[in-house]
């Protein structure tokens, strides 16, 4: 069974600061991996996929991800944290063409003036 | 166009009631999902279409629970008999396909039941 794991459920870091989001999947297959944000009281939105391609992934706002299959893991990065980062972050798995996407429990990000 | 979505925003309904939910897609999107949001947790996956197969039911928590979508249009969930423990945000997404592709969210319809 495919799973993922969150391994922070709050991270808070100054503005300014690096971020580090943990994201652990667990998949019998070859996954596609996401990472959606979701501000306080609006809709969901895509930051970045991996589908196989390039294992270092940029996506939107100066967030990055990279694939390490061999750690089963798909960390989220931004060098330097700005206060409109301050929101939800889900970790996302999917495999078997798409017709289950398994969602990480999220981490609830802070950022300190 | 417009993107995905969902009515009413807000349900308050009584314990024992039905509710219908309504999602509309983005035109041209073969897919759509139903997830069901619990405060403060993450999404809980309910079920899934794409075009004209059988939609995977997988994730429905029980009998009470049912979504129809006609061919790749709107699509409704339906809960019957409600109870306290299926207050929640219910989710609805949609994709142009399936694997790599974004799902793009609608804003949600919160659902509460007295």
């Known amino acids: 069974a495919q799973s993922v794991t969150q391994l922070d459920s709050h991270v808070s870091v100054s503005e300014g600061t690096p971020v580090l989001l943990r994201c652990n999947y667990s998949?019998?297959?070859?996954?596609?991996l996401f990472w959606y944000v979701q501000h306080p009281n609006k809709g969901l939105q895509l930051l970045l996929k991996?589908?196989?391609?390039?294992?270092l992934v940029k996506g939107i706002n100066g967030f990055e991800a990279e694939f390490k299959k061999s750690e089963t893991s798909f960390h989220l990065t931004k060098p330097s944290a700005h206060m409109s980062d301050a929101a939800e972050y889900f970790c996302?798995?999917?495999?078997?063409?798409?017709?289950?996407?398994?969602f990480g429990p999220g981490t609830r990000l802070s950022v300190l003036p | 166009g417009a993107g995905v979505s969902q009515s009413p925003s807000n349900k308050v309904t009584e314990k024992g009631k039905d509710v219908e939910l309504r999602c509309d897609p983005i035109?041209?999107?073969?897919?759509l999902y139903w997830y069901r949001q619990r405060l403060g947790q993450g999404l809980e996956f309910l079920i899934y279409?794409?075009?004209?197969?059988?939609?995977?039911k997988s994730g429905l928590p029980s009998d009470r629970f049912s979504a129809e979508r006609t061919g790749e249009s709107v699509s409704t969930l339906t809960i019957q008999r409600t109870q306290q423990e299926d207050s929640a945000v219910y989710l609805c997404?949609?994709?142009?396909?399936?694997?790599?592709?974004?799902?793009?969210f609608g804003p949600g319809t919160r659902l509460t039941v007295t």
């Open positions: 997404a949609s994709s142009r396909g399936t694997v790599s592709y974004e799902q793009y």
């Open positions: 998949s019998s297959y070859s996954p596609s």
């Open positions: 991996y589908t196989s391609a390039a294992t």
């Open positions: 996302v798995v999917t495999f078997n063409y798409g017709q289950n996407f398994v």
């Open positions: 035109s041209g999107h073969t897919a």
């Open positions: 279409f794409q075009g004209n197969s059988a939609p995977d």
